[in-house]
C-alpha cells in the first residue's frame, strides 16, 4: 500500500485558551447526556473512556472510575 503519511495535512500546535479550566468548559456539556447515563449505571458496570481528561471528569463529575478500552479488554481476558 505504500507510505500514506504524504497525503495527510500537516499537524497543527493547537493549545487550549489560556485562562479557562478544561472542567469549567466540559461540566455543562457532560451534563447534557454523559454524566447522567454514567451515574445511572449500576454499580458493577464497567465504564471505559478513551481519554485522559474524560476519565478525569467522569471521575471527578460522576463519583465513577472510568478506564481505557485497553483496560476494559486486559481484564475481560485475565478474567477480573
Do not use: F, N, W
Not at 461540566?27 to 449505571?41: F, I, N
Amino acid at each position: 500500500m505504500g507510505d500514506r503519511s504524504a497525503d495527510l495535512p500537516p499537524e497543527k500546535d493547537v493549545q487550549a485558551p489560556r485562562g479557562e479550566d478544561e472542567q469549567e468548559r466540559g461540566a455543562p456539556v457532560g451534563e447534557r447526556a454523559l454524566l447522567p447515563a454514567v451515574r445511572s449505571l449500576p454499580a458493577e458496570a464497567v465504564v471505559v473512556a478513551s481519554g485522559t481528561s474524560c476519565r478525569h471528569q467522569i471521575a471527578d463529575l460522576a463519583g465513577r472510575r472510568a478506564v481505557h478500552l485497553a483496560q476494559a479488554l486486559a481484564a475481560a481476558l485475565d478474567g477480573t
